[in-house]
């Protein structure tokens, strides 16, 4: 069983920072993508930033330039940081490791930018 262990969310004002991690643990080995997606309240699921194995990064246009996504491959652990947050950036921030054979999902934790 694999279970994805996020931490990190939290109350920010406006133009603050947060630092998101999640961490894979059981039996699991070399996840070839892990990223993060987020739900806005009362929107869909969408893709916020992914990261493979190999360092290949990609981001939504919405975060670009403010989210930075890193992984520790052998730790097994992605981060995101979010730097110049808005308001809009409110959302439940979900951690995902995947594979051909895979797919897991962390809990979601809140992020709250709002002053």
């Known amino acids: 069983q694999v279970q994805l262990v996020e931490s990190g969310g939290g109350l920010v004002q406006p133009g603050g920072s947060l630092r998101l991690s999640c961490a894979a643990s059981?039996?699991?080995?070399?996840?070839?993508?892990m990223g993060w997606y987020r739900q806005p309240p009362g929107k869909q699921r969408e893709l916020v930033a992914n990261a493979l194995i190999g360092g290949i990064t990609d981001y939504a246009d919405s975060v670009k330039d403010r989210f930075t996504i890193s992984r520790d491959n052998a730790k097994n652990t992605v981060y995101l940081r979010m730097n110049s947050l808005k308001p809009e950036d409110t959302a439940v921030y979900y951690c995902?490791?995947?594979?051909?054979?895979?797919?897991?999902w962390g809990q979601g934790t809140q992020v709250t930018v709002s002053s």
């Open positions: 059981g039996t699991i080995f070399s996840i070839p993508a």
């Open positions: 995902n490791a995947r594979s051909q054979m895979y797919n897991y």
